[in-house]
């Protein structure tokens, strides 16, 4: 019997790799009216934004399970529709348009990089302790969402964060989680679904959530057509203008490296590893998403990447392309049923990304600590990933002390010349992006 995912070869089953990919597609659904709801503000129309975001998840993710036969999922990224609404078109005063073209020439930028595979060469260049803190420092960032989606924690004004009120709301994130763990500690298999639907019900039992179907305009509905009114509307000739090349430059930066760290990151802790110990398939799952950031400016959304969200699937023991497959195939349907999301409460998957901040934290045992140039920078990045709300920020710092520590201490040696390349990026990142 043919087994074109390698389901045996990778000690996982049908079943499992379903359930694996129902749950990251849950933990990454929210991508779907949270993307629209940030770029309408530039002019879009909302229910265009949210065609565009539904057919890049869906073309890229399933790219991801067929092509590069990896259980990531890939969808519009948090980060850069925050940068493409307040930086490019409202700081800026880019047009839309123009924007849209940006986001498409960075993406053909990425596909040159990858077919040339100096996306790869850059990869490699990673040094070990780093791309260990980079998984630590992505499990710490998921746990920060999760639980500031329950709102366990808030703002505060006098110590930045604090510990939010012991609503209703709270104790049945608390109720799901203790749930979610004894799943998980029991190696119950669908343990993260699981949590996620007991905390969904728990929700509404406690009276903390409210559940209804609304559309974008507020009005209570269940069906929502598709606008295609983005499709091709992107400024291919302005968006060259030298006005728009910081915005390029920032698109290329901050997704080349934050697919890059969530593809290592991923790999590194569920050792989805090739026989040289680079992440499984790396030029193809790169070239994907290359090609989802090009197709984002084809559509009429900001850049596609690598979703951080995808480790809920893995943890729940997605290991190959048909959890990815699973995935794509369920964002289809909200082309149509796009409201039915707005009955999902925001807590029902904070447990399971708490949760998988556990499993995100397991190689930072593998980082030599007792070595300060390595330690140091490890660290950085590590902790500032989750603290600075940014993975290229953690990256960045990561990198550069890095470097900075190994020519401190006489040890040009260990420094490539492609580690160079990325401190000159990250460098002309901080001043210019």
Not at 55 to 65: D, E, H, P, Q, Y
Not at 189 to 207: V, W
Request: glycine share 8%.
């Amino acid at each position: 019997m043919r087994d074109p995912f390698q389901l045996q070869q990778h000690r996982t089953t049908f079943s499992t790799e379903l359930i694996a990919g129902l749950s990251s597609f849950l933990a990454t659904s929210y991508i779907i009216i949270v993307n629209p709801s940030l770029l309408s503000q530039t002019g879009m129309p909302f229910s265009g934004v949210l065609t565009a975001t539904v057919l890049v998840s869906f073309f890229s993710t399933l790219m991801m399970g067929l092509y590069a036969r990896n259980p990531v999922l890939v969808a519009p990224g948090m980060g850069l529709n925050a940068f493409f609404t307040f930086t490019a078109v409202a700081t800026l005063k880019i047009p839309w348009q123009e924007a849209l073209g940006a986001v498409f020439w960075s993406g053909i930028f990425f596909l040159v990089l990858t077919l040339f595979n100096i996306r790869v060469y850059l990869l490699r260049a990673i040094p070990r302790p780093l791309r260990y803190a980079i998984a630590a420092g992505i499990g710490l960032f998921i746990t920060l969402i999760g639980l500031e989606n329950a709102r366990f924690i808030v703002h505060h004004p006098a110590t930045l964060i604090g510990p939010g009120p012991l609503d209703r709301s709270v104790l049945a994130f608390l109720a799901g989680l203790l749930f979610t763990a004894v799943l998980v500690t029991r190696k119950i298999k669908g343990a993260i679904l699981y949590g996620i639907l007991f905390t969904t019900f728990c929700s509404g039992l406690f009276g903390g959530v409210s559940f209804s179907i609304a559309g974008p305009q507020g009005k209570s509905q269940l069906f929502a057509p598709p606008d295609f009114s983005l499709v091709f509307q992107l400024d291919l000739i302005n968006s060259l203008r030298w006005t728009a090349f910081p915005i390029i430059f920032a698109f290329i930066f901050t997704d080349l490296f934050d697919s890059l760290s969530t593809l290592v990151g991923l790999a590194e802790a569920a050792q989805l590893l090739d026989e040289k110990g680079e992440p499984r398939n790396v030029r193809k799952a790169l070239l994907t998403d290359a090609v989802s950031t090009t197709i984002a400016g084809l559509l009429g959304s900001s850049p596609g990447t690598a979703y951080i969200e995808s480790a809920v699937g893995i943890e729940a023991g997605g290991r190959t392309g048909l959890t990815a497959v699973v995935a794509a195939l369920l964002f289809l349907p909200f082309l149509f049923l796009s409201p039915l999301l707005s009955a999902i409460p925001a807590i029902a998957t904070a447990p399971a990304l708490v949760l998988v901040g556990v499993f995100m934290l397991r190689p930072v045992t593998r980082i030599n600590w007792q070595e300060p140039d390595e330690a140091i920078p490890s660290f950085l990045a590590m902790v500032l990933i989750p603290f600075t709300y940014s993975i290229t920020q953690g990256i960045i710092w990561g990198f550069l002390s890095w470097t900075l520590l190994k020519l401190l201490n006489g040890k040009a040696k260990e420094i490539g010349l492609p580690l160079l390349i990325i401190d000159a990026l990250a460098l002309i990142a901080l001043f210019i992006a």
